[in-house]
Structure formats: structure tokens, C-alpha cells
């Protein structure tokens, strides 16, 4: 088995927080691919990455519609996505201690959205973000990630990570710490990605306490999902009842009689073999006699 067919059959088989890794990986190389062949030719391939990556402003956005979605599988550099997908196997493997597949994915998306509405909200409402507006883009896996951690931090606050120089701290301090971390940026340069981790926050804080009021908010992106998997995906067969036939169960008298019937038939098959000869017989008879000899 070559590399391809092995990375390929470890995607198939894995779960939904294995996939979320392979595809973000996945879009990152290619991302970088292109703009490798574009730089060859003397092309920048920035032009092309940022129709992937969500824009402030409010016009590009609606000329780039997809971008709220592609944006969240989007990473500028190595460093990025290397931090950002350990933090989501490690954030994902707790999540799934609690919850299923399903939720992992539809809250990825969900933080991502939040996410991505509050940057462009915070960037078309207050003042400070004007003179950068026309120009800035967002990408990156963070605020979904986000609110993975704060949806983990709430449903387990007092487990304990292992942190390298820090040892073992509880979640619910890991969660007040990124919150903070995000808040105090707003004006940093990376603002942009620190309220996207803010939105993202609060889709996880929002995600936990609908659910323990009974309404799971992934169940509507799940169903979505399914629609589309359903779409493209192998086509059930389906076996139509036959209308004309007789589904009532046949008592043993009746069985024993039909048996009966069948055998007598069977007896002047084998007569008329016997008298005959074998080609003697009609297509309906040869048919019978090897059904027959196929039930023995």
C-alpha cells in the first residue's frame, strides 16, 4: 500500500476529529501548492488564497459568499496550523468524551460562523477598524476550536491537561486564560482573529447551556450535512412490496396440501422422463424439476 492509499484509507476509517485535521491539512498544502506554481510563473498566488479567507468588508463579502465556510479550514503558515490542529486533537479527543461525532463537526461550524460574524460585525461597527477595513481578511481554525475548548471547560471544568513548563492545570482555568488572551487583543494586530476567538467562545458557552436545556444547537448544520453527504453519496436499493401478492400466513393444512400438489406434479415429471425421455419435457417442466432438485 503507497502513501497515498494509506493517508486515504486512514481518513475513511477514522473519525469525524481525524477528518477535520486531514481536511484542514489537506486544503493548507494545497493552498500552498498553488501558490508555489503561481510564484514560478511570477504570480502572486496571494490574489487566490483570499477569495478563501472571510473579508470585512461588507461588499466583498457578498461577492464571496463561500468564504464564511472556507475561511475556518484556511491557515497562513506552518506555525498556524501546527498549533491550531494540536489544540484541536487535543481539545477534540476530551469533546468526544462527552459528546458524539456529529456535535464535534456541527460545533466546529458553528464556532466558525459565530466566529466569523463577529469579526465582521466588530469590524463594520466601531470606528477603530475603518482606516483597515477595504483590506482585511480572516482565516484560520481558531474560533471553532474555540468554542470546543469552552464548550469542554464547561462541561468538564475540573479536568486536568498536562501542560509543558506548567503542569497539570484544570480546564476551566485554560478557558478563562484564552478568553482574557482574546479580549485584551482586540486592538493587537491580530485583531481581526482575536474576536473571531471571542464569537467562537461564545458559541461553545452558548452550545452547552441550550444543551442542558434540551435543544442541541449542531442538530439544524448536522442535517444539513447529512442532505448533502445523502446527495452525493451511493444511492440505498430499494425492494417495492409486490401488491398482488398474498402476505397472509398459509396454515399447515394448506402447506401440507400445496406440498402435496408439488410432488404429484414432481412424480408425473419423472413418469414422463421415464416414458420419454428427458427432451420430452416443455421449458416449465425442465424449470420445476430443477428448482425442485435445488431445495434437496
Known amino acids: 500500500m503507497n502513501l497515498f492509499e494509506n493517508i486515504k484509507l486512514t481518513f475513511k476509517q477514522g473519525n469525524s476529529l481525524t477528518k477535520l485535521i486531514y481536511i484542514n ?12 506554481l503561481l510564484q514560478l510563473f511570477t504570480i502572486s498566488g496571494d490574489f487566490w488564497a483570499s477569495y478563501l479567507a472571510i473579508p470585512a468588508d461588507l461588499t466583498t ?27 484541536l486533537f487535543w481539545f477534540g479527543k476530551i469533546f468526544l468524551m462527552y459528546f458524539s461525532e456529529k456535535q464535534l463537526v456541527g460545533l466546529y461550524l458553528f ?3 459565530f466566529g466569523a460574524a463577529f469579526y465582521v460585525l ?15 481578511l480572516l482565516l484560520g481554525a481558531s474560533g471553532s476550536i474555540m468554542a470546543i475548548i469552552l464548550a469542554t471547560a464547561f462541561q468538564s471544568p475540573n479536568m486536568e491537561l498536562q501542560l509543558m513548563f506548567l503542569g497539570r492545570i484544570k480546564l476551566k482555568y485554560i478557558a478563562v486564560f484564552v478568553v482574557l488572551s482574546s479580549f485584551f487583543g482586540v486592538t493587537s494586530n491580530n485583531a481581526g482573529g482575536e474576536i473571531a476567538h471571542l464569537g467562537g ?6 452550545f452547552i447551556v441550550s444543551l442542558r ?13 447529512d442532505s448533502i453527504f445523502n446527495l452525493f453519496g451511493p444511492r440505498k436499493l430499494r425492494v417495492k412490496p409486490n401488491p398482488h401478492r398474498n402476505t397472509s400466513r398459509m396454515s399447515d393444512a394448506d402447506f401440507n396440501a400445496n406440498k402435496a400438489r408439488k410432488m404429484a406434479d414432481i412424480d408425473k415429471i419423472l413418469d414422463k ?5 428427458y427432451e420430452s419435457l416443455s421449458g416449465e417442466e425442465k424449470k420445476r424439476l430443477f428448482e425442485q432438485g435445488n431445495k434437496k
Open 61 to 87: 463579502l457578498l461577492h464571496r459568499a463561500w468564504t464564511p465556510l472556507t475561511y475556518m479550514f484556511m491557515h497562513e503558515g506552518l506555525m498556524h496550523i501546527l498549533f491550531n490542529m494540536v489544540s
Open 111 to 113: 464556532g466558525g460562523f
Open 122 to 136: 466588530a469590524y463594520n461597527l466601531f470606528p477603530y477598524f475603518a482606516p483597515v477595513l477595504q483590506q482585511s
Open 25 to 36: 491539512a489537506t486544503v493548507f498544502l494545497l493552498v500552498k501548492l498553488v501558490a508555489i
Open 201 to 206: 467562545a461564545l458559541a461553545g458557552y452558548l
Open 273 to 277: 422422463i421415464k416414458t420419454s425421455g
Open 213 to 225: 436545556q434540551g435543544r442541541d444547537l449542531t442538530k439544524g448544520l448536522n442535517r444539513i450535512l
